[in-house]
């Protein structure tokens, strides 16, 4: 099966722009989308598809994509934006299984 | 308004069975593919199975021929029930929809507030 890694922290200042990215052989065949999880609760989709906000996402948050990584960018960073974001994806083996990334914790100084 | 509700976690020894409860509201479990992601404790998300709209459904290896997937249409409620547990099945189990927009995209959202699963003897 797949797998999808992501760096396990990232680090921003307060206001600056934050990159976070995923890689993995599925990406070349299917898009990725993003969750963000904050402490004690259940995650929040934010970015799906190409580069789509669910109703109520800041357009702070967008997404992209190029070959085999998949990047959720955060522009002008706020205190709250500070929490873990996973990526995930279909699997590329053609099995129907879904598979998420490690998760990176996002620190906004 | 669109929501799920989990139910049915708790502690249970090892080799036992556990049945999770996923009640929506706000939109037709039978109509869309349904997922569970579980979340080991301090751990990422893990996917762990979905049913279809048809009816298929597909598992991770790590629950294959352990963990069963279903849905009650008329209860609009989707199931997980858990056999042969193990110590490394202990998590948050969460349920959650699941879109496409196509072949290459799914999405989760919303997600259910999740249930604990504790395997300890």
């Known amino acids: 099966s797949s797998e999808l890694t992501q760096d396990p922290a990232v680090s921003v200042a307060l206001g600056q722009t934050v990159r976070i990215t995923c890689q993995g052989d599925s990406l070349r065949s299917y898009y990725a989308s993003w969750y963000q999880q904050k402490p004690g609760q259940a995650p929040v989709l934010v970015i799906y598809g190409k580069n789509n906000r669910p109703s109520g996402i800041p357009d702070r948050f967008s997404g992209s994509s190029s070959g085999n990584t998949a990047s959720l960018t955060i522009t002008g960073a706020q205190a709250e934006d500070e929490a873990d974001y996973y990526c995930?994806?279909?699997?590329?083996?053609?099995?129907?299984?879904?598979?998420f990334g490690g998760g990176t914790k996002l620190t906004v100084l | 308004e669109v929501q799920l509700v989990e139910s049915g976690g708790g502690l249970v020894q090892p080799g036992g069975s556990l049945r999770l409860s996923c009640a929506a509201s706000g939109f037709t479990v039978s109509s869309n593919y349904m997922s569970w992601v579980r979340q080991a404790p301090g751990k990422g998300l893990e996917w762990v199975s979905v049913i279809y709209s048809g009816g298929s459904t597909y598992y991770a290896d790590s629950v294959k021929g352990r963990f069963t997937i279903s849905r009650d249409n008329s209860k609009n409620t989707l199931y997980l029930q858990m056999n042969s547990l193990r110590a490394e099945d202990t998590a948050v189990y969460y349920c959650a929809r699941e879109s496409s927009g196509s072949y290459e995209n799914n999405w989760f959202d919303p997600w259910g507030q999740g249930t604990l699963v504790t395997v300890s003897s």
């Open positions: 995930n994806s279909r699997d590329s083996s053609g099995n129907h299984l879904r598979v």
